[in-house]
């Protein structure tokens, strides 16, 4: 079993930034792929961001150009940097991790982004 507890969430202005974070707990040995996604009011939960253990990462082309995600598996964290966020960026990020045979998923932080 892995725990995951998400921090970092907010309120903030459009052009504004918030660093999200992750950490893991339990059989954190075994986590392989950590990632970001995120539910927008309406909408269906999209994938945002992922980083591999070995530090590959794969952005969603929303995300492209403005977040950044990172790790450090000596604390195993990962964080989400959102920079120059827009109101479409509103919504419950989650994060996500994955084994050899299961997935986990956080409770989710809640972000918002005004106009």
């Known amino acids: 079993q892995v725990q995951l507890v998400e921090s970092g969430g907010g309120l903030v202005q459009a052009v504004g930034s918030l660093r999200l974070s992750c950490a893991a707990s339990g059989s954190i040995s075994s986590i392989n792929i950590m990632a970001w996604y995120r539910q927008a009011p309406g909408k269906q939960r999209e994938s945002v961001a992922s980083i591999s253990s070995g530090g590959s990462t794969n952005y969603a082309d929303p995300a492209k150009g403005r977040f950044t995600i990172s790790r450090d598996n000596a604390k195993n964290t990962v964080h989400l940097q959102m920079n120059s966020l827009n109101p479409e960026d509103t919504g419950v990020y989650f994060c996500?991790?994955?084994?050899?045979?299961?997935?986990?998923w956080g409770q989710g932080t809640q972000v918002t982004v005004s106009s």
């Open positions: 996500r991790v994955f084994t050899p045979r299961n997935t986990y």
